[in-house]
């Protein structure tokens, strides 16, 4: 009775072996393969062949087909996570003895390792493929381009906006800016300390002026480079620099005027020149002005002419560009005023000679300013007669009368004449005389 028993209860159990043999011999799981992996998710291709030993098909026969897969667990069961299809409607494509479908498995967390195997089942008969591995990509962080704030000619506050921090967290951030479109952390870059979401800024500086930069925050993590929207600024432009020079060749009446572009700023001056002005010791191009053609930098010079006498002048050198107008430093002079001369009437008439003279008055200008340093008379048988004529020149300095002898004139003949005083400004003449020669 106990071996009767016993040989049934082998029969038995032989039964339910050669059964469950049976179903996995059915159909096998093949080959099996990580397609798509993101961040969040990824698609898994499974294989299953049925046995050739048999006429058709039968995964009708199986309860369950899918995957099942852990982040912990390195060989997975379908006790782990598990994501099933249904029959034949997730099949992918097949023939008469193969089917194939894709699994994709969503909810996963970012930069992580997941051990996958596929299986199939029937009842309580579970059989797996081999164990695969992927690992989900890290999820880029999110960041925005702000607004560009402080600009000046040679720096500006770049902005951005944190709005995700990936997945792992971002390692470094930052606003990368360049000339060209579309910079990035290859071309210049302003890098910005910290962590967390939300705003960060820094400054760009070493610009060049009057100048159009693209900018793009950026920021990293081990998924790669995350980049904002592009932005644009410019910077402002930069006025020109320039000196006044001293003042040279000044006369009574006349002036040159000097002054030194050392930069021609950015955009380069349009226009240049010099500005004086007796009332305002800081004059403007809204005052007197000497226009100067040229461009570039180094020296230029004007000569101001109709000045005042004896009077002081304050001048300025200018340059003009987009961004306004750059003045040099003020430089003042003052005019010079010629000696103040008459002319005597000839004295002591001959037919070949006469007494020629003049003075120079203590009023007005008296000597000059510088005083003068020659004088005389000077005569010709036309009107107005200059020092390019003949003359008679008389030593002496200081103010009063003076004369001298001209010889060698023409008999009845009308001769003009003007005293003279001459310093290092010009000459002064004295009214005009005529006196005749005797026969």
Known sequence: MKLTSKIFFVIII????????????IAKVGTAKNTTIDWDKAELEVHIKHNDSYSRPSYERLSKYGVCYSKEASIPTVNNNTKSISYQSDFQFY???????????????????????????????VVYGDVQSFTTLSKLPKVSTSNVTNITSTSATLSGYIQDIGDPAYTSKGICYSISENPTTSNSKVEVPGSGSGS???????????????????????????????????????????????????????????????????????????????????????????????????????????????TTYYVRAYATNSAGTAYGNMVSFKTGILPYVGTSSPTNITSTSAILGGYIYSIYGGVGNPPYTMKGICYSTS???TTNDLKVEVEGTGIGQFEGIATSLIPNTTYYVRAYATSSIGTSYGEQRSFKTKQ
């Open 383 to 385: 009107q107005n007669p």
């Open 200 to 310: 960060f800024s820094g400054t760009a500086s070493s610009l060049s002026p009057n100048t159009t930069y693209y900018i793009r925050a950026y920021i990293i993590n081990s998924g790669g480079i995350a980049y904002g929207d592009q932005r644009s600024f410019t910077t402002l432009p930069t006025l020109p620099t320039v000196s006044t020079s001293d003042v040279k060749n000044i006369k009574d009446i006349s002036a040159t005027l000097c002054g030194n572009v050392t930069n021609v700023g950015m955009p380069a001056y349009t226009a240049r020149g010099l500005c004086y002005s007796t009332t305002s010791q800081y004059p403007t191009t809204i005052d007197s002005k000497i226009t100067i053609i040229g461009n570039g930098t180094g020296n230029f010079e004007g000569t101001a002419i109709d000045l005042k006498s004896n």
């Open 95 to 125: 023939d008469d003895n193969f089917r194939a479908y894709k699994v994709t498995l969503t909810k996963l967390e970012a930069a992580t390792t997941y051990y996958w195997r596929a299986f199939i089942q029937k009842d309580y008969i």
């Open 14 to 25: 032989s039964i339910i072996f050669w059964g469950c043999y049976r179903d996995t011999e």
